[in-house]
Structures are given as structure tokens and as C-alpha cells.
């Protein structure tokens, strides 16, 4: 029986070599003048494509700041990203983030696109006291918790609601014309759902009807049924929240069906941020389409700074196309990151935190998504975050709201001729 | 002959189980190893009807989605300890089990298998697209969040550190191995094997399969059911996409399978490989190549299932119950018994 147990136990051991694998993992030690920083994003599985356009971002930003010199404050100390893949799992997120901490011994973290991801990792780090830096994710409640070490540089989701109706509200004492009932027209998942629940109610608050509430669930294949009721319900302005292939169907059947609606398509980004969704459609179906994004599409034309074009160039010879949304939040990051450390002068993660409160950036390229300013309240929201809204005019995204970030010759169309006439 | 070999190798794990939170004291590993835990839990829970009746559920998430808001709910509405939402809602999931399996049962193979997806993943999209159901907010796809209570509550079910965590679902993992081992002994185990050998046999000789497999499935789904709402205390979060959703079920059926199903110790052993690998490709791979972590996931559980079609418990079994001939003759008359040599 003895004999037998120590049998076992010789088993065990053998499991165990693989068991304890990742804690024999030895960590890829980083040079100690090293800054590392820590990124959860969805690297593989549904939102890839996101999750690996701000890694490339971030990388971006660090290899300019390291070709540069580095961290003044630290003696020229090199940024190190580490890429970790959430999986766009909860459970997942969090054991990565623990490694990422233990194993990696990382100053500040990234993440995690994925709100489901970001809620219970950055909890995680808030245990460790790691500051987490927020990106991509905006549900409300992350930085309404009372954490400390938590940081929210990009809008929450009621913003997004907010800007929507803010944009049409600006247009409207523009020009005087305005829709009086809205459509919407949304995904049935957390993103879609949360963001109609949000312009309910902001449109009940400033006096517009909801003529349609349409929701579907993703990955459809015929939107005809759908187009159908859009045309009855006859809504002055149609909200639309998808993410590309949703967005592709939908454009592409609205167009054949050539439904008119006055006050145009207001679309929260998802499908309409995604540079191949440009590429899937013909212009005409996305003329005078509204976008609400993380970022200022038009910049790249008007902007001079040699480091945000470098960063373009760099950002396309990869990727194949110019920043994007989460290109750029991944750039904004970074930048953040090298503005807290110059202040904080220090690798330790409280000294860290402390910088990222103290935090107020009005100019440089942290903002390089279109903010005017990041500052966080107590809670760590950046309440100066904000998306940018779009009008696609004569085959190019311009920015109209808000009016700082509007270029002087940019001329919103409102409302939308008739397909008749275009 | 089963038990001394589930003690010849169960004995060392737990022991080894035990220890290891105080000799590698680091919180990684704590809670990577919790997770093997949670998922080893998960599996047997699984097991405990599939491994036995020989029929594979892909929808038994759905019962861990409903435990798990369950718990959560009645702790955020009601103020109910999570220790008693986990067995209200353990009930809750077993209520609702007895229906679908009253259903399902009665189809075999693959057909059974769809369904039991189907069920699931109905339960899913209703979830995801109910904000609101009789006045519960379910929060839709959004997901629910335990609110913290500050430090550390028993009752509660919130502790600062994380060992706790790691003790109850080791505590947990322990309950359903003893819960299996008793129910394979019981007149209930005979009859589940009866009928997973023979079932038109089974029902000849006066076995009701529906009826015992209902059971096995209840208790199934209350097993499961507490594992949801575990997996919500120690995240403090739960969403219909994790703890509802197809992934989690394959994840149960995936390492039972390559453990050994229909064994106590199976589903534990599937975990403690396969864990562990996806966790090491992952952190050494994942944020380099992408997605290759993935695959060199899938290719192990090519080779698992290829190598050891009967689970890496068999081989493990082969090589160290010889032993037992000589120190133990008398168990060798059970080993010709036809439970172990039949077909699975």
C-alpha cells in the first residue's frame, strides 16, 4: 500500500512538472533601468482585430519615445511593453493580470478593450496596488467603484449617448432644422443594449421621440425584415449600433433599399470605425454617414506634428492602413504613460499612481485622439474624454462635433439630400 | 480495486493540494492553481451524470449561468449570504434541469448532445437580451457585478487574500469526488452503468432510464450550479457570455473526456494537464505570435484524445495498479469485473 501511495506520488510529481510549469517559467527579466508596462488586451478570438490595432499602437508610441531617449526623469529608462491575450474572457483577463504582476513584476498595466475583461482585471490590479490604465472599455461602473489605482483616460458609455444627441443639438442651432424622432437600431448585446437603454434617456431629457427601438441579435444575414420596419417607422435620424459584418449588411441592403431618412445615419462606431468597412462598400451607400469614434479621423490631414505623422507612417507600414480609433488610443496611452513617469520619477507603482492623479495634459500627443484635456476626477474618470463625431462629405470623414476639434472649411451637410437627388 | 487506485493517486494530490499554497506562497500561483481547482470541480460535476450515463452535455453551463445569477441576485436584492444563494441557486439550477432532461433523455448521440447546446444557448440569448424579468434586474448582456463589501466576510463570501478562495473550491472539488465515489457504489451507479452499457438491456431488467438519469442529472446540475456561483464570488462578476456560454460547457466536457470519464479522478487529472497547458502557451506565446497558443492547445488535445482514447487516467491506472496484485491479491477478482473492461 505504501509502496503503492509513493507510486502515486511519483505521478504527481510528474504532473506537477507540468502543473507548476508556469511558475518555473522564468520571467523574461527586463533590464533594470526597464520601465515595463503591462498590456491585457483581446489578442486572439472575436475582438482581434481591435485588441492587436492598439497593441500596435502602443508599440508605436514606445518605439519613438525609446528612439528619443526614453524617460528623461529615469535616466533615459526604456519603455517595455509585455502583450498578454485576455482571450475576451473574464476569467482569463484576471489570471493574465496576475501574472502580469507576479510574474513579470510590471509598474502599471493596460487593458482590456472588453469591458467584461476590464471589470473583474482591473480589480485585480486595484488589489496589488498596480495602477491600470482603462482602454477601449467604457462601461460606466469601472470607475464608479471607489478604486484608487484605476485610470480612465476614454469616455464612458453614457458619454457616447450623449454626444450623439450633443452633435444633432449643435447642428440643429446651426441651422435651425433638426429630426424630431429618432430611430434605433442596435446589436442585442451589452454594447448595443446599454447604449439605446442611454439615448432613451437622454432623448426623454432634451424632448426627442424614439419612433423606432430595433434591436438584433449579431451576425445576421438578411436585414430586409429589419429595413422594412425602419421604412414605416419613418425616423428623422437613425441611431445604428453594429460591429462590421452587421454594419456591412445593413449599409449595403440600406442602400439598395434607398431609404430615405432626413437627419442621416448616426452610427456609434463598431463597424463604421473599422477601415475595412470603407473598403467593403461603395462610397455612395456611406455618403453623409455620421460616426462617432474615439478618434479624429481627420486629423492625419490637417496636423503637422512631425511625431504624429511619423506614427502614421510607422502605424501603416504595418498595418496597412492609417491610424485608427484604437490605433490611436493605444498611441494616447503610451504617451500618458511616459507623462506620468517623467512626473512620477520613480518605477514604484504608488509613486506611479499618485503621478496619474495628478495628472493634466492639455497639449502633445497623449491627446492625439482628440481630446482637449485629460484630468481625472476621484473616481479616475477623465472627464474631459471624448469621442468625435464625423460626417462622410464628398468621399472624406470630416469632423463636425465638437466644434474645436471642426476644421474651418468643413461644412456639415444637414440634412441629407434625398437619394433622389444624389 | 477503483477505490484503492482513486487513494493510491487522490491521497498525494490532496496532500500535495494542501501544501502547496504554503510552499509556493506567491498568488499566481494560488489562484492559477485555483483555477485548475474550479475547473477540475467543474468537470467532475459534469462527469458525475455524462461520465456515467455516456451522454455528452455541451449545455451543462446553463445550470452554472442560473446558479451563479441566482447567488448573486438574492445577495445584491435580498441581502442573502452568497453561502445560501449558491445552494438556493444550486436548487434552482437542479429544478430546472429535471424538465430539460425529462426531455432530452429520451434522444441518444448527437442529437441529445444538439439539444443539450440548444438549451443552453436559448437560456444564453435570453439572458443577454432580458434587462429586466419580473421586476429582477437581470442587466442583460452588460452582467452582473458583486458589490464589494470592504475586506474580509464569511459571510459575505469575500476574503482579501487569496487562499480562501483556493481552500473552498479545493473543499468543493473534495465533496464531489466523495459525492461520485458514493454514487458509483450506490444501487444509482450500478444503474447508470447498466444503462450506458445496455440501455434497451438495462430497461429490460425493470432499470426506468429515464428516471435514474433525471436523478443523476439534478444532482448534476445543483454540483454545477454551485461551481457558477463560486466562480462569481471570486471573480465578483458574472456574465451570460462566460458563465452561460458554449465554451464553458466544452471546457467541462473537453477535460473530462481527455482525464477519463466515468472515473472519480479523471476529470481532476484532464484539468491539472490541460489548465495548466493553455495557461503556459499562452504566457509564453500570447502576446508574440498570435494566436498560435491556441493551436499548439488544440494539437495536446489532439494527442490526448489519439494516445489515450480512454482518458490519461487509463494509462496511469495500467502502470500502477499492477502493484496492487501482490500486496492486495483479493482486489483482483474485481478487476474482470464487466464494468471495467466494457466499452465507453
New interface residues.
Partial sequence: ?I???L???L??AA??T??????A?APAHAQSQDVVVG?VLP??GGS?TIG?QTKLGAQVAAEQINAAGGIAALGGAKLKL????S?S????G???T??L???ENVSLLVGAYN??VT??AS?VAE?YKTPWIVTGAV?D?ITE?GFKYVFRPNNKATYDAREQLDAMDLLKKETGKGPASIGLFYE????G??HA?NIKKFAKERGYAISLDE?F?PNQVDFTAQLLKIRASKPEALIVVAYTPDHLLFTRQYFENKINIPFGIHSVGGGSEDPSFYKAVPQKAVDYLFVQEDWQIDRLKTDTDPRVLDANTRFKAQAGYDINSYGAQGISNVYLIKDVLERAASTDRDKIRDALAATDITSGMPLIVGYQRIKFDEQGQNTFGHGVISENIGGERRTIWPSANRAADTKPVWPVPDWSTR | MRASFTLILGLPLLVAALILPFVVADSYVVHSAAMVLYFAYMASSWNFVCGYVGQVSLGHAAFSGIAGYASVLLFTGLGLSPWIGMILGGVLAAAISVPVGYATFRLKGPYFTLTSIAFAEIMRIWLENTDEFLGIPLKGAQGLTVPPVGGTSFLAFQFDGKLPYYFIILAMLVGVMAATHVMERSRLGFYLKAIRGNRDGAEALGIDPTRYCLTALALSAFLTGLGGAYYAQLFRYINPERNMGIDLSIDMAVMTIVGGQGTILGPTLGALVLHPVGEMVRASLGGHVLGLHLIIYGVVLMLAVLYFPKGIIAPLQRWLTPASKTTAPQTTVTVATPKEVEGR
Avoid: C, H, V, Y
Avoid at chain 1, 442585442?188 to 454594447?191: E, H, L, N, Q
Fill in positions: 500500500m509502496r503503492q501511495i507510486g502515486g506520488t505521478a504527481l504532473a506537477a507540468i502543473g507548476l510549469g508556469p511558475a517559467l498590456f489578442l486572439s482581434a492587436n509585455i502583450f498578454s491575450d482571450q474572457k473574464p476569467d482569463i484576471a489570471s493574465e496576475e501574472r504582476i507576479q510574474r469591458s467584461a471589470f473583474p480589480e488589489r462601461k461602473e467603484r442585442g448585446t451589452d454594447w443594449r446599454s437603454a434591436s441579435p
